[in-house]
């Protein structure tokens, strides 16, 4: 019998990632070394890692990795890939890195069309330090500081970074797919794929945002958290490609 | 080499092109922005990179990435700007990254004054960001001393793997003097200094668990990290071979002044003054700020030393915190100071030596 | 000719796998992995028709498929 599917050899044979059950931060990245193994990548990569949970898989991996201060992992990047053009750079962020502390250089490195390939990881909350809001998440829902819920009058509305991003000239390719299928996670690896290809030509700035669930934060079970993706995240945050030229 | 006239930004941006600095990214503020602007003007010229952040937090996380990468890399600032950068920095400091940056400081606190100042001595010197980590500070008192430091300044930072500050103010920045400028690296050179952070430098490498590249500004087991901080105290000791300080006419000093940076020039034309008038005054001027030159304050002879007097546009006082413990209350301390932008005064200089010689 | 093997180790119950299976291949087992998962296990071996759908959805790679 033939084996047709197996771990990527960038997860480290011996090593379970920290992510909770359920989390699908462990899918993605899962996916980004899969699909490094697919384009022989691993030996150019560089993962810019932000921080909170986003940071847990940085010792389970197999290449090249450096941690950016909260929210400036972009700024990294940048720094990286002007000095060294022929490396594979790309962020690893969370909602709470590159929509909120990070807004400033996540929306000044897309303008400036860096090539450079962002994953972004939106579950609607701060998984790491305890379930807070962050600026994605939805109208009514609950958070540790947010404790009766997103209040549009109080703390706005949930921010849509691809939307915001596609206001600027310069970002060639921005897409949202989430990972609650496996469908969806075909269509993730695909848009990582065609991210990284897209540095490799020296197109510039692309963006994949993957729609994800945070079970432990959301206090679900992984399953409902899947149901919870489906009917809350998605309709907020409708997948689909938003710009590709 | 014949020498030429350059405004002390523009020398300090020169010198560091020429110790190999290919990547410089920085944001406007005064009295900086003369750094930022020749690099935009020269780094295309030798195929370096220039980029104006949007910030001085993006800047100089750029650099953190750019000499993550393995190339000799720089930022500038001015003091809130600096402050601004900590973060920053304390992550290259962590990391073991790296990199030269300057801070042309102004006055302060908060926005302060946009005109030359030294109020940024502890936080340069104790605590430049979160964690207690070190850094050498350079403090150059004339143009060509801020050039040679800015060049050495690179070849401390890979050594050490470890940031440089240069700790000059508004008025070196902007003044204009004679300079003989160092040698260009070649691109050889540079080529060489990039290889032999390839073991480290996070570029791509190919697939080995062991030995990928790893920059860790932090560590999740509170043994290593503390076995980190251990192996960076060391660092730090070793510092002591590095001081570099200027002893002028102390042997026989009944008032010694001790200053830094440009309080340290117009001092020490105060010391030529008096000496000229036979008054015996002797000038310690610390060229490393960090590590402090506290054996320089031995050598005073305090039998006949009436007093230290502290120059600095400091108020209140901060380098009189390390003067004193050189001194060790072997003899009085004075301080001459003003602050908020106003630049020290020769006069004042002068009045507060006749006052201890007074005493 | 079908069939999974579920690294014990990597599995962290999430049961993603037991909702997408089209053939009701797996359920959680009764064992309990180092880290106290009770890990899911192939109960219905011959039924797997090697589409994958497990694997792909696995958050933590613990599934490994052969045809």
């Not at chain 1, 450079?116 to 330090?129: A, L, Q, R």
């Not at chain 1, 897209?198 to 079970?221: A, H, R, Y």
């Not at chain 2, 220039?50 to 990468?69: K, T």
């Not at chain 2, 120059?311 to 301080?335: L, N, W, Y």
Request: net charge negative.
């Amino acid at each position: 019998m033939e084996k047709i599917y197996s771990r990527t050899t960038t997860i480290q044979e011996d090593k379970v990632s920290g992510f909770c059950p359920g989390c699908m931060h462990s899918t993605v990245i899962k996916l980004i070394g899969e699909v490094l193994d697919e384009m022989n990548l691993v030996d150019k990569a560089v993962c810019i890692t932000g921080i909170g949970c986003c940071g847990l898989h940085m010792d389970y991996i197999a290449y090249d990795t450096i941690t950016a201060p909260h929210g400036r992992a972009t700024a990294v990047a940048t720094g990286m890939k002007r000095t060294s053009p022929d490396s594979l750079i790309f962020t690893y962020q969370g909602d709470g890195d590159f929509a909120s502390i990070g807004l400033g250089e996540s929306i000044s490195t897309a303008n400036r069309g860096e090539n450079i390939t962002v994953i972004f990881i939106n579950n609607g909350i701060y998984g790491m330090t305890g379930g807070q809001m962050a600026p994605t998440t939805l109208l009514g829902m609950k958070a540790s500081t947010a404790p009766k819920g997103r209040i549009a009058e109080e703390h706005g509305y949930p921010m849509h970074m691809c939307e915001i991003l596609n206001q600027l000239t310069a970002p060639r390719y921005l897409e949202r797919t989430s990972c609650n299928t496996p469908q969806n996670v075909i269509k993730t690896k695909n848009a990582i794929k065609k991210a990284f290809q897209n540095q490799l030509d020296g197109k510039g700035f692309s963006m994949v945002e993957i729609v994800t669930s945070c079970p432990t934060n959301w206090g679900l079970d992984p399953l409902d958290a899947l149901d919870f993706i489906e009917q809350k995240m998605l309709p907020e945050f409708p997948l689909g490609v938003i710009r590709d030229r | 080499m014949a020498r030429v006239l350059m405004k002390g930004c523009e020398a300090i941006a020169e010198a560091a092109v020429r110790a190999g600095c290919r990547f410089f990214a920085g944001y406007p503020i005064t009295p900086q922005n003369e750094i930022p602007e020749y690099f935009a003007r020269r780094m295309p010229e030798v195929g370096g990179t220039f980029v104006q952040g949007e910030s001085e937090v993006a800047s100089v996380n750029m650099v953190y990435g750019a000499a993550s990468a393995g190339t000799r890399s720089m930022t500038s600032s001015s003091s809130p700007g600096i402050s601004l950068k900590s973060e920053g920095i304390s992550y290259c400091a962590a990391a073991r990254i790296p990199i030269v940056y300057a801070n042309i400081s102004r006055g302060g606190p908060g926005v302060g004054a946009i005109q030359p100042a030294q109020q940024d001595y502890l936080q340069a010197t104790k605590a430049s960001g979160n964690g207690g980590f070190e850094m050498i500070v350079l403090a150059p008192s004339t143009v060509q001393e801020a050039v040679d430091l800015t060049y050495a300044a690179f070849d401390y930072a890979d050594r050490d793997r470890n940031p440089v500050l240069i700790l000059a103010d508004g008025v070196i920045g902007t003044m204009m003097e004679p300079v003989e400028l160092p040698p260009m690296k070649t691109d050889e050179e540079i080529a060489a200094i990039k290889a032999s952070k390839a073991a480290w430098a996070c570029t791509g490498h190919k697939l080995d668990y062991a030995n990928r590249s790893w920059i860790q500004p932090g560590q999740w087991n509170t043994q290593i990290m503390q076995a980190e901080n251990e192996k960076a105290a060391a660092l730090y000791a070793s510092w002591e071979k590095d001081v570099q300080v200027e002893e002028y006419m102390v042997e026989d000093a009944e008032v010694i002044i001790t200053a830094y940076g440009v309080s340290a020039r117009i001092a020490k034309s105060a010391v030529d003054i008096c000496r000229a008038a036979g008054k015996k005054v002797g000038l310690i001027r610390p060229i490393t700020v960090h590590p402090f030159p506290y054996n320089s304050f031995d050598k005073i002879n305090y039998d006949v030393c009436k007093g230290v007097l502290d120059v600095e546009m400091s108020i209140p006082a901060q380098f009189v915190h390390d003067v004193r413990m050189g001194v060790k209350g072997r003899c009085p301390i004075e301080t001459c100071l003003c602050s908020g932008g106003n630049i020290m005064s020769r006069e004042a200089v002068l009045k507060a030596v006749d006052g201890i010689l007074a005493k | 000719m079908a069939m999974i093997k579920v690294i014990a180790e990597r599995c962290k119950s999430c049961q993603y796998c037991i909702r997408y299976c089209p053939k009701q291949v797996l359920a959680v087992g009764k064992n309990v992995n180092s880290k106290g998962y009770e890990y899911v296990e192939p109960v219905n071996q011959e039924a797997c028709i090697a589409c994958c759908m497990c694997a792909r959805i696995c958050p933590d790679g613990a599934i490994e498929v052969y045809k």
